[in-house]
C-alpha cells in the first residue's frame, strides 16, 4: 500500500546526546560515512573484510559513492550491482527544469520518465568483462573496451586490446572521467595499469606498479591512488595514472593493534584502497589510515568511513564505536554525537544546515553547525536513500517515509507488498524501486515509481524474466541481463 495515512508518528522526545571531545583520550572516536571499511564481506584482493566503499567523481571534487557488492550469477556482475545505501554525490550545482530537480548527474540519477519505461535499444555484453562509464557512454569490457552513446547505443569508439583478466574503473555505478583505467594482476612485478583516454578509446598510458588490484583506485579526473608494502609498513601514493607523475606520499607505520578484523599480508596481500566523497581510506593487517585527497591524514590505526561535507568539512562514523564525528576543513575535531550519520545515494543538496543520523531508536536531524538535535523520528533499521528538494526519503524492506529534511515532518508513507534487492533510482520526482525477488516469487520482480510529493504509486512495470540487474547511467535507465545489456529510457 502506497501513501498510506496510517504513519509512523514522529516522537521528538527521543533523547540525542551531544559528546564532550575534552572527554575522550584521544578525541578521535566517532565519525559519519562515506569510505572505510566493515567488518563483514570480502574484498576483491583476498580475504579482508570489504568495507562501505567509495568512488570520487572527475576533477577531484565532489565524488560518488561505490556500491557494496552483491553476489550474482555472472560474477562480474557482482561489481555492477550497487546496494550500499551510505554515501553520495552531492550535485552542488545542479539545475532543475522547472519545479524538477535534476538528478540525473547523480549515481542512481536519471533523466525524467513520466511513464512505464519501453526497449530502446540493445547491445552485447561478455559476463566475463563489466560495465564501466564514461561522459555521454556506457563501456563494455570484453577483449578490449567498446563505448556505446547512452543516447542511441551506437558505438563511440572502440581501443586496442586490453589484457586478459583486466579490471577496469570506474565502474558504471561511478561517475565518468577523463580517463577509464583498466588493472591486471603481473606476477612478481606487481599490477599492469592500462589508462584509455575516456573520449577516443586512445591508449595514453600502459606501465606496471608496484601495487595489488585491490589496492589501486581511480581519484579525481585522471589520477590514481595506489598502497604496497615498504617493509612492515603501507606506502599509500596518488599520482598521474597514465604517466605516473606523483601527486604525493604518505606511509602508514604499522601498528599491530590496528586493522585487527583484517586478514591478510605482505607482498600486497590484504591490502584494500578506497576513493570516496573527499577522503582516499587504505585498510591492511596493521595499517589503517584515511587521508583527504591532497593527502592530509584524518585518522589513523582505526577503521573508519568518512566522508566531506558540501561545506568542505569532513564526518566519519568509526568502526564499531556507535559515535560520529564532524572533522574542520583541517581534519580536526568539531563535534560528536551519539548515533551514525546517513548519507544518502541521491543527494541534490538541498537543506545543507541539517545532518542526518541513525540514533539506533530513532532517525534524528542535527544542526551542521553544532550538532544539536533539531527533531527525531522513531523507528529502527532505516537507511537514507534520497534526498531532493528539501526532501528526505528512509527506507526499510519495502517500507518508506518520505520527510521534510529541514523539520522533520512526515509527509508521506509508502509500504509495497515486497522489498526488493536492487538500489533505489529517482529522477528528482519519482523514486524508482524493485518489488519483490524472483527467488521468492517465482517470476520477475516489478519496478515500481512511487511520487516523491506524496508516496503515491506513478505507475508498475513487470521487468522481463532474463534482468539480473537494473541500473542508471548517463541518466538513462538500463537493464543487464547474463549476455545483453538495454536501454530503456
Do not use: K
Not at 561511478?174 to 599490477?191: L, N, S
Not at 522513531?378 to 528526505?392: E, M, T
Not at 528528482?428 to 524493485?434: E, H, Q
Amino acid at each position: 500500500m502506497a501513501g498510506s495515512a496510517s504513519a509512523p508518528a514522529a516522537h521528538d522526545a527521543v533523547r540525542f546526546e551531544i559528546i564532550d571531545l575534552e572527554g575522550t583520550a584521544d578525541g578521535t572516536d566517532g565519525g559519519v560515512g562515506g569510505v572505510g571499511f566493515g567488518a563483514a564481506g570480502a574484498g576483491a584482493g583476498g580475504d579482508v573484510a570489504r568495507p562501505e566503499p567509495a568512488t570520487t567523481d572527475g576533477g577531484g571534487g565532489r565524488p560518488s559513492r561505490r556500491r557494496r557488492w552483491y553476489t550474482h550469477p555472472v560474477p562480474w556482475v557482482a561489481v555492477a550491482v550497487a546496494g550500499a545505501f551510505v554515501g553520495s554525490v552531492v550535485l552542488t550545482d545542479a539545475v532543475g527544469t522547472g519545479d524538477r530537480p535534476d538528478v540525473s548527474g547523480a549515481v542512481g540519477g536519471l533523466e525524467p520518465i513520466d511513464e512505464p519505461p519501453q526497449e530502446r535499444w540493445s547491445v552485447p555484453v561478455d559476463p566475463r568483462g563489466g560495465l564501466m562509464t564514461a561522459p555521454g557512454a556506457i563501456v563494455t569490457l570484453s577483449d578490449r573496451l567498446t563505448a556505446y552513446s547512452v543516447e542511441d547505443g551506437t558505438t563511440l569508439w572502440q581501443s586496442e586490446q586490453i589484457e586478459d583478466h583486466a579490471s577496469c574503473m570506474p565502474r558504471v555505478d561511478d561517475v565518468p572521467r577523463a580517463v577509464v583505467v583498466c588493472t591486471t594482476a603481473v606476477e612478481d612485478e606487481g599490477v599492469r595499469v592500462t589508462t584509455v583516454e575516456s573520449t577516443t578509446g586512445r591508449i595514453v598510458g600502459d606501465r606496471v606498479v608496484a601495487a595489488a588490484p585491490a589496492a589501486v583506485a581511480l581519484v579525481g579526473d585522471s589520477d590514481l591512488v595506489r598502497a604496497t608494502w615498504s617493509g612492515r609498513d603501507l606506502l599509500v601514493a596518488r599520482e598521474d595514472a597514465a604517466s605516473g607523475e606523483p601527486r604525493w606520499e604518505q606511509l602508514v607505520e604499522h601498528d599491530d593493534t590496528a586493522g585487527q578484523m583484517l586478514s591478510g599480508g605482505p607482498g600486497g596481500d590484504g591490502v584494500i584502497v578506497d576513493v570516496g566523497e573527499g577522503v582516499v581510506s587504505v585498510a591492511a593487517p596493521g595499517a589503517v589510515a584515511t587521508f583527504t585527497l591532497d593527502g592530509l591524514e584524518l585518522v589513523r590505526d582505526e577503521v573508519w568511513t568518512i566522508s566531506q561535507l558540501s561545506d568542505g568539512r569532513y564526518a566519519g562514523n568509526a568502526y564499531g564505536r556507535g559515535t560520529a564525528t564532524v572533522f574542520t576543513r583541517d581534519g580536526e575535531p568539531s563535534f560528536r554525537v551519539r548515533g551514525r550519520l546517513l548519507d544518502p545515494p541521491i543527494d541534490d543538496g538541498s537543506a545543507p544546515g541539517v545532518l542526518v543520523a541513525n540514533t539506533f531508536g530513532a532517525i534524528a536531524g542535527l544542526d551542521a553547525a553544532t550538532g544539536s538535535s533539531l527533531w527525531a523520528l522513531g523507528g529502527s533499521g532505516y537507511r537514507a536513500v534520497v534526498r531532493v528538494d528539501g526532501l528526505l526519503v528512509l527506507q526499510t524492506d519495502a517500507a518508506y517515509r518520505g520527510v521534510d529534511t529541514a523539520s522533520g515532518e512526515e509527509r508521506w508513507f509508502a509500504e509495497l507488498d515486497e522489498g526488493g534487492q536492487w538500489p533505489v533510482l529517482s529522477d528528482g520526482t519519482s523514486l524508482f524501486v524493485v518489488e519483490g525477488m524472483r527467488m521468492r516469487r517465482g517470476d520477475a520482480p516489478d519496478l515500481v515509481a512511487l511520487a516523491l510529493d506524496d508516496g503515491s504509486v506513478r505507475w508498475r512495470w513487470n521487468l522481463p524474466d532474463d534482468v539480473y540487474h537494473v541500473l542508471a547511467a548517463g541518466g538513462r535507465l538500463f537493464l543487464l541481463s547474463s549476455d545483453e545489456l538495454t536501454a530503456v529510457s
